[in-house]
């Protein structure tokens, strides 16, 4: 079974500033079956990117995923006020444990 | 547009089981499967399984193995999920969750119902 490890646990930040999420796999995972999500306080999550690299349809072009094997990585390159939530990533059956991104 | 409706929250003894309804509508139901992934307070994501409503086929997380029931009702568009023998630790936030691929998990889960709390208590 596959374990996902994301890092770091909390990220604190400034708004307009850069943020770098990683998502290790305990195994190489097919890239195209990498998912990232948001997921703010009383919502349900929501698709941010598929494959790896590919935004869902609306979600805004400073997201963005890159990765493949076991290093995954998503970037939000200009945090706005909306984007503090937590962060989860998944393949098939397995969520990471999250990234909270906070307000500095 | 695709929706998913949850049925309301519930509150169930320990050794109890609880069945919660997934209505979809905006699709052709039979194309797509379904997630199940529940959340406990304050804790992350945690996928429960998953079923092919054309065939009523099923996958479940080897955690809920024996306790985990997945069915649908293709005549009302309504995915279920059933889980026994509850304990105070299956108190979260149940959701479900369309996989928008024929392929499963090449396009992500997307979108959500709107979740279901469920609460075990004595």
């Known amino acids: 079974e596959i374990v996902l490890t994301q890092s770091p646990g909390t990220l604190s930040l400034s708004p307009g500033e850069r943020a770098t999420l990683s998502c290790r796999a305990s195994q190489s995972v097919h890239s195209g079956y990498l998912a990232w999500y948001q997921q703010k306080p009383g919502q349900a999550p929501r698709l941010l990117i598929y494959?790896?690299?590919s935004r869902a349809t609306g979600i805004p072009d400073r997201f963005s995923g890159s990765g493949s094997g076991t290093d995954f990585t998503l970037i939000i390159s200009r945090l706005e006020p909306e984007d503090f939530a937590v962060y989860y990533c998944?393949?098939?059956?397995?969520f990471g444990q999250g990234t909270k991104v906070e307000i500095k | 547009q695709v929706q998913l409706m949850q049925s309301g929250a519930a509150v169930k003894k320990p050794g109890a089981s609880v069945k919660v309804s997934c209505k979809a509508s905006g699709y052709t139901f039979t194309n797509y499967y379904m997630h199940w992934v529940r959340q406990a307070p304050e804790q992350g994501l945690e996928w429960m399984g998953i079923?092919?409503?054309?065939?009523?086929?099923?996958n479940y997380a080897q955690k809920f193995q024996g306790r985990v029931s997945m069915t649908r009702d293709t005549s009302t568009t309504t995915v279920y999920m059933e889980l026994s023998s509850l304990r105070s630790e299956d108190t979260a936030m149940y959701f479900c969750?369309?996989?928008?691929?024929?392929?499963?998990?090449?396009?992500?889960?997307?979108?959500w119902g709107q979740g279901t709390l469920v609460t075990v208590s004595s």
């Open positions: 969750a369309r996989d928008p691929s024929r392929i499963v998990g090449a396009l992500g889960i997307d979108p």
């Open positions: 494959g790896a690299s």
């Open positions: 998944q393949q098939y059956g397995t």
């Open positions: 079923i092919n409503p054309r065939d009523g086929s099923t």
